[in-house]
C-alpha cells in the first residue's frame, strides 16, 4: 500500500458493548461523506448511541438516537450532505454506508453496515436511481457485526419495526484508530510494519514529553526498548494486510 493510498484511507475504531468495531474509510472515493463522518467521530457526537435498526441478513444501523430513562432522543446533527453513491462502491457484506429519507441528499449522522451484499442499495440498482453512498469498509471486527446482527428486535412503534430488545447495542466511543491498533510498531496504521514506522520511531527517539507515538511499551519515553519491539515485528503483517 502506497503513502497516498494510506493517507487517503482514515482509520476508525467503533467501540460497541459487543466489541470494537475497525473500519477503513475511503476518502478518496467519497470525500464529502468521509469528512462529515469524522467529523461526528471527532466531536465525540456517537459516543453513547444507540445500534437502533438490526434487521439480520441485511444491515444493522446507528448514529441516529439515544436512550435516557426509557425514552429516544435524537441528538441535533449537521446539515445533510450530497449523497455520493455515484462513485461506484458497492454495498456489500462489510461495507459502511450512509443511512438516509426519502431524499437522495438527505444523510446527516445515520449510517449502516451492510450485514450481506446488498447490491440493490447501489446506485446502478437502486429504483430511486441513487441509492445509499458507500463510504468504508470493515476491517476487523465483522464477527461483533455478525453477533449484533443477531440481537432479538421488537416493533416498539413509532418507525422503530427492529429495535434490539432486551439486550440494548450501543457504541460506548468512536474514535480514530490510534497508532498499532491492530499490529504493536505499526504506527502508520498501514498493516505491516516497514521503514515508514521506523521513520516516526527514529523522528521521537529519546522523547519524553510531547509526541509520544512511538511509545510502543507505555513507560512514557521512546527508548531502546521500543526499538525492541518494532524489530521484534518487523514487516509483520495485519490480518487484513493485502
Known sequence: MTPSKQQNRPKVVIQTNFGDIGLELYAHQAPIT?????MYVNSGFYDGLLFHRIIENFMIQAGGYFLSAGTLYQPQPADPIVNESYN???NLRGTIAMARAADPNSATSQFYINHVDNVEL?????ADGFGYCVFGHILSGMDVVDLIAQTPTVDIG?????FPYPVLVYIEKASVAPPGYWLSGDLTNDGIVNFGDFAIFASSFSTTAGDLTADLDGDSQVSTKDMVLLAG????TADWYQ
Open 88 to 90: 461506484g462502491l458497492s
Open 233 to 236: 515485528n518487523w514487516l509483520a
Open 122 to 126: 447501489d446506485r446502478s440498482e437502486a
Open 34 to 38: 468521509v469528512s462529515n463522518f469524522l
Open 158 to 162: 413509532y418507525g422503530f419495526a427492529n
